[in-house]
Structure formats: C-alpha cells, structure tokens
C-alpha cells in the first residue's frame, strides 16, 4: 500500500495446517536476492523464527496452504515487491477470506 491505496495485489502460498504463517504485526527484517531452491529469486524476512516473504521453484503452488509458515509468491512478483520494500517496512498478517478459497491471508506492506 502507499498512502492508504493498493498498489500491488498478488496471489500466494501460505502456510499448511501444520504450520500456519504467523498473523501480526512484523517489519521487514532482512532482504537477500537469490537466495536459490525453495526460495526462488528473493528473501524478505520478517520474524526472527525465520518466516519471509520469498519467491519459489514452485510455482504451480501459488494460492494454496502449503509452505512451512512462509508467503510463497511468483518469483517475477517477488522481485517486483523486493524492489519496493526496504528494512524496516511494516508488514501486517491478518487471517481472512478472499472468495471461495480458505483459509487465505491477507497481507500488507506499507
């Protein structure tokens, strides 16, 4: 978002039953470009337990709950984002429902 407006609205993966992605309130704590394997072509971290916002060698996963905790996104809209989002952003979980998929995340940088 950039003054109160979306600017970007991408599908995900989010995390499996087993292990959810976390929903709060978080900043961007690390940025590493590819990063490689699971991790596609950019990392943003935003937990100290490891959870981040990064690409995938997976795509046809996206929008579907099947990461390890983390928010899976295309490996071109990741790299879109990356270039936007500095140390520090705020990034805002908050669990949802977007049309007939559930369960789904909404999240937010700003």
């Not at 599908?11 to 992605?21: E, F, L, M, Q």
């Not at 072509?41 to 337990?49: A, G, K, N, P, Q």
Request: charged residues 15%; glycine residues 14%.
């Amino acid at each position: 978002m950039r003054d109160g407006w979306v600017v970007y609205d991408f599908s995900v993966a989010v995390g499996k039953p087993s292990t959810p992605t976390p929903v709060g309130h978080f900043r961007i704590l690390e940025k590493v470009m590819n990063p490689g394997g699971p991790f596609g072509t950019r990392w943003m971290r935003f937990t100290d337990r490891g959870h981040g916002i990064h690409g995938t060698d997976q795509p046809w996963l996206i929008g579907q709950a099947v990461s390890n905790g983390c928010i899976r996104m295309r490996n071109e809209d990741v790299e879109l984002l990356y270039g936007e989002v500095h140390i520090g952003t705020p990034v805002i979980i908050t669990a949802g429902q977007w049309g007939i998929q559930a369960p789904a995340y909404h999240s937010s940088l700003y």
